[in-house]
């Protein structure tokens, strides 16, 4: 381009500039056209054929593009001779077939707009995935369907263990070092130390920071950013059409029907966890999910009046006799109890995916279970429209805006008995850090939070002690959300909008102890196609309540560094109990039988799988 500009300097001829500034257009232009048509090499024969097509309908929209070009020449090569063309209209003209032939660039690679609908439209740091580059190589790349390059699951693997990896090994020498720095502090002496140890805490923070964001910035160029957005939603719509499809029988009383009462005995978030079982349960079984939700301790006229029917045609179980679980082959409606009770256990229960979709949520996601559970959060959690107005209403008058992190602080009932107490500097902490990794590269963002409790103190307290933070809650809602006022129709409505807007944050600092975390998590992967790492969690990792064992794969063998430490061979499965944050996690070796610590990074994740119905032709 450096020369093109050169060749419209006063002193060069205008015929040659026009000859010049013809050919070299023409030269690019068909060049394109050439590589767009011979780049089919090296893909499948069986789809070879309809790749060409698509390409060679985009060869002729390309034809018709130069000929416009050719047009647009023309007149160039008048206006040149009749000398009224100036230096700054053909820098003008310049610029414009520049931009022109990334845009023809990315409608080849099969970019499209960006979504905009509220309720499925993906987070705004996403919407930058147009940054297609060259492809990689052939080992660790594939072409699909749509004729964007695709990773392989080696690839996609690899780079979201290093991420996670990252988080451990500063978990374990900020812990490490943490450790000698309160010894040193105890003893009061040496400060020198102390305030050496202080300065690598502050350095290596900033090291993990910036690599964290090169890894976002890899995900974001790697080139596979447009298959993962179309491999997300055609995951998701086939699951959706196949949850549309058990819950809308052709015949409904005669349909095999599993009923779920909704009013277990405990709060909002577990009473959720509740339902996407029995709907699990239905989906592994070709069962029709009737739920049974009239006086409801949280809104009594039942779910339908809040969120839309589980069904539009079958309501009820009909006449036929009912059996609780686990019946008979040929029973036709089956009374499911809570999961704690179920007995005997399928294979199917969570943590388990359906196997003939696991292939493809290995590759794609981080936590294929956690996608599991969002998807029938998804088809459940569809809202009336006096629920979406709410919703809508809610999220306008907090002033909710990105970039936003959701903080969600437990306290009131689980304290002292499932939880422990941690304080709002506990998650600011991890709030901080994840502004401090936006602006790594010197970027400024407007430092803003959402923040969800059942303590109204909890809002006043960080508004109070974090000025310089843009704080968005309602006391009013934290309020409502107290033991002695929950079950009434204002407190859920809270408690839907917490969730929601917990899930549409672009980062989660919560507790896993707390099934409101949890359930905002789980919404929060059918936003992305991969939210996995978007979380970090005060206490423990995730899990669903009533799940069977949470099994990792041990990669790397580990010798015992204390008698609290497990022996580890390469191959060992660990059941995992949780994580202590500080690069270590404790569960027990399936082998020994011996229970214990271990380093995390010395595991990866077994993913459970579970044969389940095809359901075929949906």
């Given at each position: 381009m450096l020369l093109v500009r050169q060749l419209f300097g006063a002193s060069a001829n205008s015929w040659a500039r026009a000859l010049i500034f013809f050919v070299l257009a023409w030269v690019a232009l068909v060049y394109v056209f050439v590589v767009k048509l011979t780049n089919t090499q090296g893909q499948q024969a069986a789809g070879e054929s309809e790749?060409?097509?698509?390409?060679?309908?985009?060869?002729?929209?390309?034809?018709?593009?130069?000929?416009?070009?050719n047009e647009e020449l023309k007149q160039l090569i008048d206006e040149l001779m009749s000398d009224q063309l100036d230096k700054q209209s053909a820098l003008k003209l310049v610029q414009r077939l520049e931009n022109d032939a990334q845009n023809t660039k990315n409608s080849a690679d099969g970019i499209g707009p960006e979504p905009e609908s509220l309720f499925e439209s993906a987070p705004a740091d996403l919407r930058s995935w147009n940054n297609v580059v060259e492809a990689a190589p052939n080992d660790i790349v594939d072409v699909g369907e749509h004729g964007e390059i695709e990773p392989s699951l080696e690839y996609e693997f690899t780079r979201r263990r290093i991420q996670t990896n990252i988080g451990e090994i500063w978990n374990f020498f900020s812990s490490e070092l943490g450790k000698v720095r309160k010894a040193v502090a105890a003893g009061h002496?040496?400060?020198?130390?102390?305030?050496?140890?202080?300065q690598?805490?502050?350095?290596?923070?900033?090291?993990?920071?910036?690599?964290?964001?090169?890894?976002?910035?890899?995900?974001r160029s790697d080139g596979y950013e447009a298959w993962r957005h179309r491999e997300a939603k055609e995951l998701s719509d086939l699951v959706q059409r196949r949850l549309h499809h058990l819950q809308n029988p052709r015949d409904c009383q005669n349909a095999r029907k599993l009923v779920c009462k909704l009013n277990k005995g405990c709060g909002y978030g577990c009473q959720l966890h509740h339902v996407v079982y029995c709907f699990i349960v239905a989906y592994a079984t070709e069962r029709t999910l009737i739920l049974k939700s009239r006086g409801w301790r949280y809104h009594k006229g039942g779910w339908e009046e809040v969120f839309q029917p589980v069904s539009n045609s079958c309501h009820d179980a009909g006449t036929a006799n009912t059996y609780n679980w686990p019946g008979k082959p040929n029973t036709q409606v089956l009374v499911l109890p809570i999961i704690d009770s179920l007995m005997p256990r399928p294979p199917y229960l969570p943590l388990a995916v359906p196997e003939d979709l696991a292939p493809?949520?290995?590759?794609?996601?981080?936590?294929?279970i956690v996608w599991w559970v969002g998807q029938f959060l998804k088809y459940l959690l569809r809202p009336q429209t006096t629920t979406r107005d709410f919703l809508t209403a809610g999220m306008r008058n907090l002033g909710w805006e990105r970039p936003i992190v959701g903080v969600h602080v437990r306290r009131t009932d689980k304290v002292g008995t499932e939880a422990a107490c941690h304080s709002v500097e506990e998650y600011m902490t991890h709030v901080e850090d994840y502004y401090r990794t936006l602006e790594v590269n010197g970027t400024s963002v407007v430092r803003r939070i959402f923040l969800a409790s059942d303590d109204a103190l909890v809002i006043e307290e960080a508004r109070r002690k974090y000025p310089e933070y843009q704080i968005i809650g309602d006391p009013e809602v934290a309020r409502m959300a107290s033991v002695s006022t929950r079950y009434t129709d204002t407190a859920l409505n809270g408690i839907i909008l917490d969730i929601h807007l917990l899930s549409m944050s672009d980062h989660l600092v919560c507790t896993f102890s707390s099934q409101v975390c949890r359930v905002a998590y789980e919404i929060m992967q059918t936003m992305y196609p991969d939210a996995a790492h978007r979380f970090k969690s005060l206490d423990d990792i995730y899990y669903y309540g009533g799940q069977n064992a949470h099994n990792r794969r041990v990669v790397i063998a580990h010798k015992p560094r204390s008698h609290e430490d497990l022996q580890l061979r390469v191959g060992d499965l660990v059941s995992v109990a949780g994580n202590h944050w500080d690069g270590n996690s404790k569960g027990k070796n399936t082998r020994t039988n011996q229970g214990g610590l271990f380093p995390s990074f010395k595991v990866e994740e077994k993913v459970d799988t579970a044969k389940l119905p095809l359901y075929p032709g949906v």
């Open positions: 790749l060409n097509a698509r390409r060679i309908n985009q060869a002729l929209q390309m034809l018709e593009h130069t000929r416009q070009r002496a040496n400060t020198d130390l102390e305030e050496t140890i202080n690598v805490l502050l350095q290596g923070a900033e090291h993990k920071r910036s690599l964290l964001s090169d890894m976002e910035h890899l995900r493809r949520l290995k590759r794609l996601h981080g936590d294929p």
